[in-house]
């Protein structure tokens, strides 16, 4: 059974930092698509980054480029996201997702293409 499990969210003033983990468990794929998503209140989920755990090559969205880096400990079976100069207007609940279907990652961030997700963790950022 396929399972995502975020961590790592909390509440930070703008300009802050702040880490987040997915703990992925239940498959042995070596390669599959990871996206980092979120979704304010209000509003439609959007993707934010992925990468791509067989080469590592990654994706974000034009919104997070140059603050948030998606990174992967492939022994421990993580998927980071790094946020670095925070902002208010990215408060969201952040989720993971998996794609296993074994493609590269898309350069946009279709939903459908991701058949699981964790829970999500909340980030909150004060101005």
């Known amino acids: 059974q396929v399972q995502l499990v975020e961590s790592g969210g909390g509440s930070v003033q703008a300009g802050g930092s702040l880490r987040l983990s997915c703990a992925a468990s239940g498959y042995t794929y070596s390669r599959y698509c990871m996206g980092w998503f979120r979704q304010a209140p209000g509003k439609e989920r959007e993707g934010v980054a992925s990468?791509?755990?067989?080469?590592?090559?990654?994706n974000y969205a034009d919104s997070v480029k140059g603050r948030f880096t998606v990174s992967q400990d492939t022994d421990k079976n993580i998927v980071y996201l790094q946020m670095n100069s925070l902002k208010p207007e990215d408060t969201a609940m952040y989720y993971c997702?998996?794609?296993?279907?074994?493609?590269?990652?898309?350069?946009?961030?279709?939903?459908?293409?991701?058949?699981?997700w964790g829970q999500g963790t909340q980030v909150t950022v004060s101005s």
């Open positions: 990468i791509y755990t067989h080469q590592g090559s990654t």
């Open positions: 997702a998996a794609d296993l279907s074994g493609f590269p990652c898309p350069s946009v961030f279709p939903l459908s293409r991701f058949g699981y």
